[in-house]
Each structure stands twice: as structure tokens, then as C-alpha cells.
């Protein structure tokens, strides 16, 4: 083999070992919680922790109706005001934070960690904006 060959399946190589871990890291982000439709979302929201996971900017623009902003770029620090004894409804703009969001709860112990389907983008539901 010569220096082109080798460098060529070294990159194929990396290629495939990245490709594998964002396959694995979706489907652990993916079953860290369960995905609701809108219509079973608003069966219980009333009581659980909804949590908003949008930045303040989107949140104040307009939120699910008793929604609380915890952003993810704060959810680090911020994960400590969750409950662990209550079922968690998470939602963004589309799920992609909230999966996360999700991953980070799972990993802090809780266990009963629910994601809205679609997210804020598309809720027919009750909103609030903020004045």
C-alpha cells in the first residue's frame, strides 16, 4: 500500500467510528424519554414540570401556558430546580434540545421524562407571551 492508500483508510476509518457514535448517541438521547402527540401532552401538562428549554428570548416571544423557562444552555446548573418525584413535559422549537435535555435528566436520576412531539413550532395549544 502506499501513503495515499493508508491515509485514504485511516480518513474511511474515522469516517465510520464518528458516523456510529452519532447513530448510538441518537438513540440514547431518542430513549432517555417518551414522545407525546399534542393531544396526549395536554391531557396531564396541568400536573407535571413543564419545561420550556428554549432560550429566554424565544420563551418571552411566546410559551406553552404554564410553561417554565429553563434554558438548555443554562440546564446544567439549572437541572438542580427539577423535581424528581414528578413526571417532566420538555419541549423547543422542534425536539432536538429537549432530547438532550432529556439525556442530561435521565443521567441525574430522574425516570419519568416525557418530550412533545414536533415542539413549540407545532402546537395548536393555549400559549402566553411575555409583556
Not at 500500500?1 to 474511511?12: D, S
Request: net charge positive.
Amino acid at each position: 500500500m502506499n501513503i495515499g492508500q493508508i491515509i485514504n483508510a485511516v480518513l474511511w476509518i474515522i469516517i465510520i467510528v464518528w458516523a456510529g457514535y452519532e447513530i448510538y448517541s441518537y438513540f440514547k438521547r431518542k430513549n432517555a424519554s417518551v414522545e407525546l402527540t399534542e393531544e396526549e401532552f395536554k391531557k396531564e401538562m396541568r400536573k407535571v414540570q413543564l419545561i420550556d428549554v428554549r432560550e429566554k428570548k424565544d420563551f418571552d416571544a411566546g410559551h406553552i401556558l404554564g410553561a417554565r423557562n429553563i434554558p438548555f444552555s443554562t440546564f446544567k446548573t439549572r437541572s438542580v430546580e427539577i423535581r424528581k418525584d414528578q413526571p417532566i413535559y420538555l419541549y423547543d422549537h422542534n425536539k432536538a434540545l429537549s432530547l438532550r435535555a432529556a439525556l442530561r435528566l435521565r443521567k441525574e436520576g430522574h425516570t419519568d421524562i416525557y418530550h412533545l412531539k414536533g415542539g413549540y413550532r407545532d402546537w395548536t395549544g393555549k400559549t402566553k407571551t411575555a409583556h
